[in-house]
């Protein structure tokens, strides 16, 4: 009896309280409440340069976007211009799928939207100029809410982190709409 009267007055009662209750609840419309899907459009750049890569991005958000999980179609080859190696447009890798799984952190949260810093692995069904299969993920996000709806802008790098040379990565800019 003692040692309840002393961890209630700490907290833990009310802790355990809201522990019970669902954050959100289960639907059969809704199988993953608290998960955003998200379906989008980018471009591959390289440096200050576009590289004309196309990517289309189907990205699965859970946990209130604490994790992430995408699929990544780059439907189009991708173009290196490095001038003394590649002096012309050089087609550095064709199309591909590629895969990440991250970590995602929100760092800023205002009325108009929400910041964002990922990190974590990504793998590409090829090996190509730009990296290797298994790579780094880097992600920096801006999420809007307009009109109920998520619009995400996102920066993302793949990359083997300079444990192999070369380390020219994959860079791309997406837009993304949640379904």
Not at 80 to 106: I, K
Request: with cysteine; net charge positive.
């Amino acid at each position: 009896m003692l040692a309840l009267l002393i961890v209630i007055p700490l907290g833990w009662g009310t802790r355990a309280a809201r522990a019970q209750e669902a954050p959100y609840s289960w639907t059969p419309w809704n199988p993953c409440p608290g998960c955003d899907l998200l379906v989008g459009a980018g471009t591959t750049f390289k440096y200050f340069a576009w590289t004309d890569g196309f990517v289309v991005p189907v990205t699965l958000e859970i946990d209130d976007s604490r994790w992430e999980v995408g699929a990544f179609r780059f439907a189009t080859p991708q173009y290196l211009y490095e001038e003394p190696v590649y002096p012309q447009s050089f087609r550095a890798a064709n199309p591909q799928w590629g895969f990440d799984a991250l970590r995602r952190w929100q760092v800023l949260h205002r009325s108009w939207g929400r910041l964002y810093l990922g990190f974590g692995g990504s793998y590409k069904t090829t090996n190509d100029l730009l990296d290797y299969r298994w790579n780094f993920a880097y992600l920096g996000a801006v999420r809007f809410n307009i009109g109920g709806s998520i619009v995400e802008l996102s920066l993302r790098h793949w990359s083997n982190a300079w444990f192999r040379a070369p380390n020219r990565g994959i860079n791309f800019v997406m837009l993304s709409v949640g379904l």
